[in-house]
């Protein structure tokens, strides 16, 4: 059950970003975060309420409270990467993070991978990173640029960490991810606050038309990105965490292939490598 929700986990990070990417094509990036995470917040209030899940509350919570602040934050460092430095070194880098912080803490613990597993791990991983779409440009990359990406990649691998430590129940689950998005909103409001007062749009081209509009994918976005927290927790709390961070980080092979399908666009040699890398290590991981 491991693999089922740890690809799961994939799936749905994957459909998120591709959704989220293309909404960004026409409101301002830290919108659609703010605007799909306000919403995800008002369903998981809804659920937490339905479910009594409040009764759950207690000293794990701030784990919650940390991947709420610690995402964000991460976010933006990433996307301030990939404004100053090439896309084919930032990108493979920040998919990379969110496998190796995870993994080093599964190993912390005491997880030993049998051989196959350790065998689909690197596969995977390389499959990740190829899939990402790296490249061989020779632009130089600058030291501001590593280290926001460096930071962003230890930030996506701490909140896959740290939301698997938050709850160790269906109800507790629902409460911690409603805290994260809570932090996540006052983080992501703040940030927004910050740009709009040194210049920068909060609104698209046909202002709150343009958010109406979008609210339905918007909602898409959030939910799907909630949904895949949750489901990456239930796998790390049911398995090996080494196995479930690194299905879990097959993501950008789902968005590489929805952008394939729903916008026709052709995949890199690189990128068609690095999916079949990452459905070799699969395979390799669940006969493992």
């Known amino acids: 059950m491991t693999a089922v929700f740890a690809l799961t986990t994939s799936f749905l990070w994957g459909l998120a970003d591709f959704g989220g990417g293309l909404l960004t094509r026409r409101i301002p990036a830290l919108t659609v975060?703010?605007?799909?995470?306000?919403?995800?917040?008002?369903?998981?209030?809804?659920?937490?309420?339905?479910?009594?899940?409040?009764?759950?509350?207690?000293?794990?919570?701030?784990?919650?409270?940390?991947?709420?602040?610690?995402?964000?934050?991460?976010?933006?460092?990433?996307?301030?990467?990939?404004?100053?430095?090439?896309?084919g070194v930032v990108s493979p880098l920040g998919a990379l993070?969110?496998?190796?912080?995870?993994?080093?803490?599964?190993l912390v613990l005491g997880e030993?991978?049998?051989i196959l597993q350790v065998a689909g791990i690197a596969v995977a991983i390389a499959g990740v990173v190829l899939a990402s779409g790296p490249s061989k440009s020779g632009?130089?990359?600058?030291?501001?640029?590593?280290?926001?990406?460096?930071?962003?990649?230890?930030?996506?691998g701490s909140v896959?960490?740290?939301?698997?430590?938050?709850?160790?129940?269906?109800?507790g689950l629902f409460l911690a991810l409603f805290v994260q998005r809570v932090c996540n909103v006052v983080v992501g409001g703040g940030?927004?606050?910050?740009?709009?007062?040194?210049?920068?749009?909060?609104?698209?081209?046909?202002?709150w038309n343009g958010i109406r509009s979008s609210l339905l994918p918007l909602a898409f976005v959030g939910l799907a990105d909630v949904a895949a927290n949750g489901t990456y927790s239930i796998a790390a709390n049911n398995g090996p965490v080494t196995v479930?961070?690194?299905?879990?980080?097959?993501?950008?092979?789902?968005?590489?292939?929805?952008?394939r399908g729903v916008l026709s666009e052709r995949l890199r040699t690189v990128q068609a490598t690095g999916a079949?890398?990452?459905l070799a290590g699969t395979v390799l991981l669940a006969a493992g």
């Open 191 to 207: 940030a927004l606050y910050i740009s709009v007062r040194r210049g920068s749009p909060a609104l698209p081209e046909d202002g």
């Open 244 to 259: 479930a961070a690194v299905l879990a980080s097959l993501y950008p092979v789902v968005t590489a292939l929805a952008a």
């Open 97 to 106: 993070g969110g496998v190796a912080v995870p993994l080093g803490v599964g």
């Open 276 to 278: 079949g890398l990452a």
């Open 139 to 156: 632009a130089p990359v600058q030291r501001q640029t590593l280290m926001l990406t460096l930071v962003a990649a230890f930030g996506f």
């Open 33 to 87: 975060v703010l605007v799909s995470q306000i919403l995800a917040v008002g369903a998981l209030g809804t659920i937490v309420v339905a479910t009594g899940a409040w009764s759950e509350a207690g000293p794990q919570l701030w784990y919650a409270v940390a991947a709420g602040v610690v995402g964000p934050a991460a976010m933006l460092a990433f996307y301030r990467a990939l404004a100053l430095g090439p896309m």
């Open 160 to 171: 896959m960490a740290l939301i698997a430590e938050a709850s160790h129940n269906l109800t």
């Open 112 to 114: 030993r991978p049998g």
